[in-house]
């Protein structure tokens, strides 16, 4: 079964999922919707100009959404509405209302969808779980600390979210997985750079179910070098895991690593998955579906909210909105 797809946005993300579904053999790309007027990379794919337009002309058997964090909404509801099968990039949007809108209607089409935090898929996460439940974490912390994308749109809170909507959602996804669904955070920050209209540092406190709390550290003020990813300390050793998908284990018996030789691979690895579920209708090769997608959205929305506010926000009630009433 060749299942046509048609992807959402063009820039980077949009043309790095074309070529795995190409390399792969995953499927046609049948349409694109984008500005441009043409593409190279499938020049027989239909253009379109909006979601829209593509659903008043066909119907394809799922969609790839890359489009920036503002522009969420429209193309997920219309999927939801046709029944079509969708992958979408983080963040699912800046917006809570939104989100919470998208969400009534793909559980009510009943439609699989996945969203795209590829570090999910690593045997890396997988390895630390393993930790976790070996020995009890005494310290969690997380960081992205990291400069300015070049894109526009980034460096408005507006259209991005912020830093922590856009980039450190990557983190506060794993930890999410590790931990559960957190009890609060508390962030405050500071905005030190004309280039961007958000916090460019912070630091967060999250309180996990078990009386686990990890410190997020996020920065977009680095000119040079980064450091992504998190570390858990435990009783003997640490475990490291840093955003080229490796995670290493120190401790009394020695270094243990994890993870995938080409980080590459993971970005693979959850398309596939997506596609193999649309065909199968096994739902649980996906890691993220829409629904925990949306709960990792309110974590960092809820730090926004937390550092506009100076106080730390329960996450009690975070699908209903009521966080940000």
């Known amino acids: 079964?060749?299942?046509?797809?048609?992807?959402?946005?063009?820039?980077?993300?949009?043309s790095r999922h074309?070529?795995?579904?190409?390399?792969?053999?995953?499927?046609?790309?049948?349409?694109?919707?984008?500005?441009?007027?043409?593409?190279r990379l499938v020049p027989d794919a239909s253009i379109y100009r909006t979601a829209e337009e593509l659903f008043s002309?066909?119907?394809?058997?799922?969609?790839?959404?890359?489009?920036?964090?503002?522009?969420?909404?429209d193309p997920e509801t219309l999927a939801a509405e046709h029944s079509v099968p969708f992958f979408v990039e983080k963040p699912v949007s800046n917006d809570a209302a939104t989100a919470l809108s998208v969400l009534e209607k793909v559980e009510k089409s009943g439609i699989i969808?996945?969203?795209?935090?590829?570090?999910?898929?690593?045997?890396?996460?997988?390895?630390?779980k393993a930790a976790i439940s070996e020995s009890e974490p005494l310290s969690i912390q997380g960081y992205w600390i990291?400069?300015?994308?070049?894109?526009?749109?980034?460096?408005?809170?507006?259209?991005?979210?912020?830093?922590?909507?856009?980039?450190?959602?990557?983190?506060?996804?794993?930890?999410?997985?590790?931990?559960?669904?957190?009890?609060?955070v508390y962030s405050r920050g500071r905005k030190a750079?004309?280039?961007?209209?958000?916090?460019?540092?912070?630091?967060t406190i999250i309180t996990f179910p078990e009386g686990r709390i990890a410190t997020l550290s996020v920065s977009c003020e680095k000119e040079r070098g980064s450091r992504i990813g998190f570390t858990i300390g435990f009783a003997d050793g640490s475990a490291?895991?840093?955003?080229?998908?490796?995670?290493?284990?120190?401790?009394?018996?020695?270094?243990?690593?994890?993870?995938?030789?080409?980080?590459?691979?993971?970005?693979?690895?959850?398309?596939?998955?997506?596609?193999?579920?649309?065909?199968?209708?096994?739902?649980?090769?996906?890691?993220?579906d829409y629904r925990d997608g949306v709960k990792t959205l309110m974590t960092t929305l809820a730090m926004n909210e937390s550092m506009r506010k100076a106080?730390?926000?329960?996450?009690?009630n975070f699908l209903d909105g009521s966080l940000f009433q």
């Open 311 to 316: 106080k730390p926000i329960k996450m009690k």
């Open 113 to 128: 969808t996945s969203v795209g935090y590829h570090s999910r898929y690593s045997p890396a996460i997988e390895r630390a």
């Open 1 to 14: 079964m060749s299942l046509n797809a048609a992807v959402i946005g063009l820039g980077s993300f949009g």
């Open 57 to 73: 002309h066909e119907r394809p058997d799922l969609l790839i959404i890359t489009v920036p964090p503002s522009a969420h909404g």
């Open 240 to 288: 490291e895991y840093m955003w080229n998908g490796k995670l290493s284990i120190r401790n009394s018996k020695g270094t243990a690593t994890a993870g995938p030789e080409n980080p590459n691979a993971l970005y693979e690895d959850e398309l596939s998955a997506f596609f193999k579920a649309v065909e199968t209708g096994d739902r649980s090769l996906i890691k993220s």
């Open 193 to 203: 750079l004309k280039a961007v209209d958000f916090e460019s540092s912070s630091e």
């Open 146 to 184: 990291d400069g300015m994308p070049y894109t526009p749109w980034w460096r408005k809170k507006a259209e991005s979210g912020g830093q922590a909507v856009e980039q450190a959602t990557h983190i506060v996804d794993i930890l999410r997985y590790l931990f559960g669904d957190p009890i609060d």
């Open 18 to 39: 074309i070529r795995t579904i190409q390399k792969l053999g995953l499927g046609k790309v049948s349409a694109i919707v984008t500005r441009k007027k043409s593409n």
